[in-house]
C-alpha cells in the first residue's frame, strides 16, 4: 500500500484527497517538534486515523531528555507513532547517544526510526541499535539502482527477519521504479512504499487508485469487492460491491460509488439524494473485503428510506442521529427547543444529572441517572454543532497519549464534596431544657404545578417579536419519516417491549404498568386542585350539551325515497373503538382529550383509549386521568409520540387495537398517523394531519 509523505509546512496534505482516504497512514515531515503536534489534530479531525510524524534529528544542543519530550508532544497531539531519524554516517554507537538515551523510556510499539541507506548491509548493520527501541524501519532506498531497488527492498526484510531486527515496514523508492506493479509486489512481501503527496496529485505518473486496487485480493468470478459501508462511529449501514472502476471514482469523487451487478456504477444518492461523503477507504486482514466510513445523509443508506438496512438505529448513535435533526426541525416551545435555545436551562441541567449520577448508589439507577446525562451532554454537542464523531476523535486521541494526568478534582468541586459527605455537627448541648412547643400542624403536601397558557400581549411586542411567534415550525419531512419508519416497525415487530424501550429513551420515562385500565384508581388525581377539577367539569358539560344536541339532530335518520319503492338513508353508527391522543410533556393538554373524549362517549364508541406521555416519574398526568374517567375511557396508555400511535394502530400486548386514531401531536406523530392509515397492516383511519393551529 501507499504511505503519503508530506510536509507540515507546506500544508500539502488533504486528507479528504482520494488517495489520503485509502492511505494506511500519512507520514508527516516536520521541520520541529510544535510543528509536528500542532499539524497532528487536523488531520485526524479530517479524517486521517493514523498519522505518522517524522521529526528532523536532534539539535545540537537537545539533550535526550529533550528530544524525548518532543516525541512525548508529538504522541500525546494523537500520532498513531513517530518516526526518528537515525544517522548512517556515524561510526560509533555512541554518536547517537542523545536519540537512543530519547528512546529508552518510550513505548516502543508507537516508535519507527528512518534511515537513509546506502546499502542493505548498512541498514541491517544500524538496526542492531534499534532492536527493542522501536517496532519498525522506514528505509529509504530512494539512492539505489531503479532496476535493483525492490529486490533490494525484499532482500532488506528477509535479512532483519532471520536476525530478530525491527521488521522493515515502508521502504522509499527512486521515482523511476515507483510503480503501481511495484507497489503490488512490495506489498505482497509486507512492506508499505512511502511516495510524498506531489506523485499521486491529479495528473501524475502514480495512479493511487490502481495501486490500491492492486493490492486487493477476490475470488469472486466478477472480480468485485464486497464492501461494508458504515458511519462515522462503525455502525453499519449496508452491503455493497466496489469494483477497481468504481474504487477510482469513489476517490475521485470522495463519494460513495459501488459497482451493481446490474446497472454498473452506482452513484449512491444520484437520484434519492441520499450522498455519502467518502471519509475513509479501509480493507480488511485478507485484503479481500472492503470498509467505506461514510457520512450518510437523509433519509438514509437503504432504499426504504431508512438509516441502514438492518432495522433501527437503537442506543447512542440513535440519540445523537436524532437530536442533530431535531436542531433544525424542532417545534418552537418544545423542550428540546428549548434546550437548543436557552444555554442556561441547558447548563443547569448538566450539572442536576451530573450531580444525580454521582449520588446514584444501585445499579438501576446509576444506569437511569447515565442516560439522563448522556441526553443533555447530546444535546450540548448538537447545540454547539458538535457531532458524535467529533466526540469519538477526541477520545481516541486521549487514548493514544502517553503523559498522564494526576485526575484530580478541581478544588471547588473538591470542597463541595467533602461538605456533602461530612456528617453533620452534633447540636451543642443544652444545660437547661428548654420549653416543649406545642407540635405544629403537618404541612401540606406540595400542590401539583398548574398547567398554564402562555400569553402575550400585541400592543408590547416589537415586530420581530410578532414575526417569530407567528412563523410555522420548518418540518423536513423525508427526515422526519426517516426517524419514525424505523420506530413504527419496531413497534410492530416487539409490541410491548419495544414500546417500553423507545419510552425510557424518548420520553425518559419508565412506568411500572404501560397501560391503566378503568376504572382508575382514585390516587392518581389526588392532589388535583378544587379550582382545575371545576373548570374541567364545567367544560366538560358545555362539551357534552353541544355534542348531544348535535346528536339529537341525526336522529331519527335522514330518509330520502329517490325512486317509487327505493329509499336512501343516512344512518350514523359509532366507531367500535377509537384512540385519542393527547399531547403531554411540555403541553400538557387535558383540554384535547375532553374535545376527543366527550363526541366519543355521545357518539357510543365502545372502547376509548387514550394515549398520553407520562410524566418523568412514570405517573400519568393527574388531569388527563381525570378527564380519561369523565368521557368514560377503557384504557390509558402511558406513551407519547411516534410509538404510542403505533401501539393503537397495530395493537400490542396489553395495548388495545383501535379503528381510528384522532388528535394533534407533533412532527413525529403527524407523520405516524399519515404513515399507518396507508398501512395495510394497521387498518385504521386518521382524523387528519394537524397542523400548528389545531393544537391551540
Given at each position: 500500500?501507499?504511505?503519503?509523505?508530506?510536509?507540515?509546512?507546506?500544508?500539502?496534505?488533504?486528507?479528504?484527497?482520494?488517495?489520503?482516504?485509502?492511505?494506511?497512514?500519512?507520514?508527516?515531515?516536520?521541520?520541529?517538534?510544535?510543528?509536528?503536534?500542532?499539524?497532528?489534530?487536523?488531520?485526524?479531525?479530517?479524517?486521517?486515523?493514523?498519522?505518522?510524524?517524522?521529526?528532523?534529528?536532534?539539535?545540537?544542543?537537545?539533550?535526550?531528555?529533550?528530544?524525548?519530550?518532543?516525541?512525548?508532544?508529538?504522541?500525546?497531539?494523537?500520532?498513531?507513532?513517530?518516526?526518528?531519524?537515525?544517522?548512517?554516517?556515524?561510526?560509533?554507537?555512541?554518536?547517537?547517544?542523545?536519540?537512543?538515551?530519547?528512546?529508552?523510556?518510550?513505548?516502543?510499539?508507537?516508535?519507527?526510526?528512518?534511515?537513509?541507506?546506502?546499502?542493505?548491509?548498512?541498514?541491517?548493520?544500524?538496526?542492531?541499535?534499534?532492536?527493542?527501541?522501536?517496532?519498525?524501519?522506514?528505509?529509504?532506498?530512494?539512492?539505489?539502482?531503479?532496476?535493483a531497488a525492490v529486490a533490494e527492498a525484499t532482500q532488506l526484510r528477509d535479512a532483519l527477519k532471520s536476525l530478530g531486527r525491527p521488521p522493515l515496514v515502508a521502504v522509499e523508492l527512486p521515482t523511476a521504479c515507483t510503480s503501481v506493479a511495484a507497489v503490488?509486489?512490495?506489498?505482497?512481501?509486507?512492506?508499505?512504499?512511502?511516495?510524498?503527496?506531489?506523485?499521486?496529485?491529479?495528473?501524475?505518473?502514480?495512479?493511487?487508485?490502481?495501486?490500491?486496487?492492486?493490492?486487493?485480493?477476490?475470488?469472486?468470478?466478477?472480480?468485485?469487492?464486497?464492501?461494508?459501508?458504515?458511519?462515522?462511529?462503525?455502525?453499519?449501514?449496508?452491503?455493497?460491491?466496489?469494483?477497481?472502476?468504481?474504487?477510482?471514482?469513489?476517490?475521485?469523487?470522495?463519494?460513495?460509488?459501488?459497482?451493481?451487478?446490474?446497472?454498473?456504477?452506482?452513484?449512491?444518492?444520484?437520484?434519492?439524494?441520499?450522498?455519502?461523503?467518502?471519509?475513509?477507504?479501509?480493507?480488511?486482514?485478507?485484503?479481500?473485503?472492503?470498509?467505506?466510513?461514510?457520512?450518510?445523509?437523509?433519509?438514509?443508506?437503504?432504499?426504504?428510506?431508512?438509516?441502514?438496512?438492518?432495522?433501527?438505529?437503537?442506543?447512542?448513535?440513535?440519540?445523537?442521529?436524532?437530536?442533530?435533526?431535531?436542531?433544525?426541525?424542532?417545534?418552537?416551545?418544545?423542550?428540546?427547543?428549548?434546550?437548543?435555545?436557552?444555554?442556561?436551562?441547558?447548563?443547569?441541567?448538566?450539572?442536576?444529572?451530573?450531580?444525580?449520577?454521582?449520588?446514584?448508589?444501585?445499579?438501576?439507577?446509576?444506569?437511569?441517572?447515565?442516560?439522563?446525562?448522556?441526553?443533555?451532554?447530546?444535546?450540548?454537542?448538537?447545540?454547539?454543532?458538535?457531532?458524535?464523531?467529533?466526540?469519538?476523535?477526541?477520545?481516541?486521541?486521549?487514548?493514544?497519549?502517553?503523559?498522564?494526568?494526576?485526575?484530580?478534582?478541581?478544588?471547588?468541586?473538591?470542597?463541595?464534596?467533602?461538605?456533602?459527605?461530612?456528617?453533620?455537627?452534633?447540636?451543642?448541648?443544652?444545660?437547661?431544657?428548654?420549653?416543649?412547643?406545642?407540635?405544629?400542624?403537618?404541612?401540606?403536601?406540595?400542590?401539583?404545578?398548574?398547567?398554564?397558557?402562555?400569553?402575550?400581549?400585541?400592543?408590547?411586542?416589537?415586530?420581530?417579536?410578532?414575526?417569530?411567534?407567528?412563523?410555522?415550525?420548518?418540518?423536513?419531512?423525508?427526515?422526519?419519516?426517516?426517524?419514525?419508519?424505523?420506530?413504527?416497525?419496531?413497534?410492530?415487530?416487539?409490541?410491548?417491549?419495544?414500546?417500553?424501550?423507545?419510552?425510557?429513551?424518548?420520553?425518559?420515562?419508565?412506568?411500572?404498568?404501560?397501560?391503566?385500565?378503568?376504572?382508575?384508581?382514585?390516587?392518581?388525581?389526588?392532589?388535583?386542585?378544587?379550582?382545575?377539577?371545576?373548570?374541567?367539569?364545567?367544560?366538560?358539560?358545555?362539551?357534552?350539551?353541544?355534542?348531544?344536541?348535535?346528536?339529537?339532530?341525526?336522529?331519527?335518520?335522514?330518509?330520502?325515497?329517490?325512486?317509487?319503492?327505493?329509499?336512501?338513508?343516512?344512518?350514523?353508527?359509532?366507531?367500535?373503538?377509537?384512540?385519542?391522543?393527547?399531547?403531554?410533556?411540555?403541553?400538557?393538554?387535558?383540554?384535547?382529550?375532553?374535545?376527543?373524549?366527550?363526541?366519543?362517549?355521545?357518539?357510543?364508541?365502545?372502547?376509548?383509549?387514550?394515549?398520553?406521555?407520562?410524566?418523568?416519574?412514570?405517573?400519568?398526568?393527574?388531569?388527563?386521568?381525570?378527564?380519561?374517567?369523565?368521557?368514560?375511557?377503557?384504557?390509558?396508555?402511558?406513551?407519547?409520540?411516534?410509538?404510542?400511535?403505533?401501539?393503537?394502530?397495530?395493537?400490542?400486548?396489553?395495548?388495545?387495537?383501535?379503528?381510528?386514531?384522532?388528535?394533534?401531536?407533533?412532527?413525529?406523530?403527524?407523520?405516524?398517523?399519515?404513515?399507518?392509515?396507508?398501512?395495510?397492516?394497521?387498518?385504521?383511519?386518521?382524523?387528519?394531519?394537524?397542523?400548528?393551529?389545531?393544537?391551540?
Amino acid at each position: 500500500m501507499l504511505i503519503l509523505l508530506a510536509s507540515d509546512a507546506a500544508g500539502d496534505v488533504d486528507a479528504g484527497s482520494g488517495a489520503a482516504l485509502a492511505a494506511p497512514a500519512v507520514l508527516l515531515a516536520s521541520n520541529n517538534a510544535a510543528g509536528a503536534a500542532a499539524a497532528v489534530a487536523p488531520l485526524r479531525r479530517r479524517g486521517c486515523d493514523q498519522v505518522w510524524t517524522l521529526l528532523p534529528a536532534p539539535a545540537s544542543d537537545s539533550t535526550a531528555a529533550t528530544y524525548s519530550a518532543d516525541i512525548v508532544s508529538a504522541l500525546d497531539a494523537g500520532a498513531a507513532k513517530v518516526v526518528v531519524p537515525l544517522d548512517l554516517a556515524t561510526a560509533a554507537p555512541a554518536d547517537n547517544t542523545v536519540l537512543l538515551g530519547a528512546l529508552e523510556s518510550l513505548p516502543a510499539d508507537r516508535l519507527l526510526a528512518r534511515l537513509s541507506a546506502t546499502s542493505v548491509q548498512a541498514a541491517v548493520a544500524a538496526s542492531a541499535l534499534l532492536t527493542g527501541a522501536v517496532s519498525g524501519l522506514v528505509v529509504d532506498l530512494s539512492g539505489a539502482a531503479a532496476d535493483a531497488a525492490v529486490a533490494e527492498a525484499t532482500q532488506l526484510r528477509d535479512a532483519l527477519k532471520s536476525l530478530g531486527r525491527p521488521p522493515l515496514v515502508a521502504v522509499e523508492l527512486p521515482t523511476a521504479c515507483t510503480s503501481v506493479a511495484a507497489v503490488a509486489e512490495l506489498d505482497r512481501a509486507g512492506v508499505d512504499v512511502v511516495v510524498p503527496t506531489a506523485a499521486v496529485a491529479p495528473g501524475s505518473s502514480l495512479d493511487a487508485a490502481a495501486a490500491f486496487a492492486a493490492c486487493l485480493k477476490t475470488d469472486r468470478p466478477d472480480g468485485l469487492f464486497a464492501t461494508v459501508v458504515v458511519d462515522e462511529q462503525g455502525v453499519a449501514l449496508g452491503l455493497a460491491y466496489s469494483s477497481r472502476e468504481s474504487i477510482a471514482e469513489s476517490m475521485r469523487l470522495r463519494q460513495g460509488v459501488y459497482q451493481s451487478r446490474t446497472r454498473g456504477l452506482w452513484y449512491k444518492g444520484q437520484t434519492s439524494g441520499a450522498t455519502q461523503a467518502l471519509r475513509r477507504i479501509r480493507f480488511d486482514c485478507d485484503r479481500d473485503t472492503l470498509q467505506f466510513v461514510v457520512e450518510q445523509s437523509a433519509p438514509g443508506f437503504c432504499h426504504l428510506n431508512t438509516r441502514t438496512c438492518f432495522g433501527a438505529d437503537s442506543g447512542i448513535t440513535a440519540l445523537a442521529s436524532l437530536l442533530e435533526s431535531r436542531r433544525a426541525s424542532a417545534p418552537a416551545g418544545s423542550y428540546t427547543r428549548r434546550l437548543f435555545d436557552d444555554a442556561a436551562l441547558l447548563r443547569s441541567k448538566l450539572i442536576e444529572e451530573a450531580h444525580e449520577l454521582g449520588d446514584a448508589e444501585t445499579p438501576d439507577d446509576i444506569a437511569w441517572e447515565a442516560a439522563d446525562l448522556i441526553y443533555f451532554t447530546l444535546a450540548r454537542c448538537a447545540a454547539a454543532g458538535v457531532s458524535l464523531a467529533d466526540v469519538e476523535r477526541e477520545l481516541d486521541r486521549r487514548a493514544m497519549k502517553v503523559t498522564r494526568r494526576p485526575g484530580n478534582a478541581k478544588p471547588q468541586f473538591m470542597e463541595a464534596a467533602k461538605e456533602e459527605a461530612s456528617p453533620a455537627a452534633p447540636a451543642p448541648v443544652v444545660p437547661t431544657p428548654a420549653p416543649v412547643a406545642a407540635p405544629s400542624p403537618a404541612a401540606p403536601a406540595p400542590a401539583l404545578p398548574d398547567i398554564k397558557m402562555q400569553t402575550f400581549k400585541l400592543a408590547e411586542l416589537t415586530a420581530a417579536q410578532r414575526a417569530a411567534l407567528l412563523r410555522r415550525p420548518a418540518i423536513n419531512t423525508d427526515a422526519v419519516e426517516a426517524i419514525v419508519r424505523p420506530i413504527v416497525a419496531d413497534v410492530a415487530a416487539r409490541g410491548d417491549a419495544a414500546l417500553r424501550e423507545l419510552t425510557a429513551r424518548l420520553d425518559g420515562a419508565r412506568p411500572a404498568q404501560m397501560v391503566l385500565r378503568a376504572p382508575f384508581d382514585a390516587s392518581l388525581t389526588q392532589g388535583l386542585d378544587d379550582n382545575v377539577r371545576a373548570a374541567i367539569d364545567a367544560a366538560h358539560d358545555n362539551i357534552l350539551a353541544f355534542h348531544a344536541a348535535q346528536a339529537a339532530r341525526s336522529t331519527p335518520p335522514l330518509e330520502v325515497e329517490t325512486a317509487p319503492g327505493v329509499r336512501c338513508a343516512r344512518v350514523a353508527r359509532a366507531v367500535e373503538r377509537v384512540g385519542l391522543y393527547v399531547p403531554g410533556g411540555t403541553a400538557v393538554l387535558p383540554s384535547t382529550c375532553l374535545m376527543l373524549g366527550v363526541p366519543a362517549r355521545v357518539a357510543g364508541c365502545r372502547e376509548i383509549v387514550v394515549a398520553s406521555p407520562p410524566r418523568r416519574d412514570g405517573t400519568p398526568v393527574p388531569e388527563v386521568v381525570y378527564v380519561a374517567q369523565k368521557v368514560g375511557a377503557t384504557a390509558i396508555v402511558l406513551a407519547g409520540g411516534a410509538q404510542a400511535v403505533a401501539a393503537m394502530a397495530f395493537g400490542t400486548e396489553s395495548v388495545p387495537k383501535v379503528d381510528k386514531i384522532v388528535g394533534p401531536g407533533n412532527q413525529f406523530v403527524t407523520v405516524a398517523k399519515m404513515l399507518l392509515q396507508n398501512d395495510n397492516r394497521a387498518m385504521i383511519s386518521i382524523d387528519m394531519p394537524a397542523g400548528p393551529s389545531e393544537l391551540l
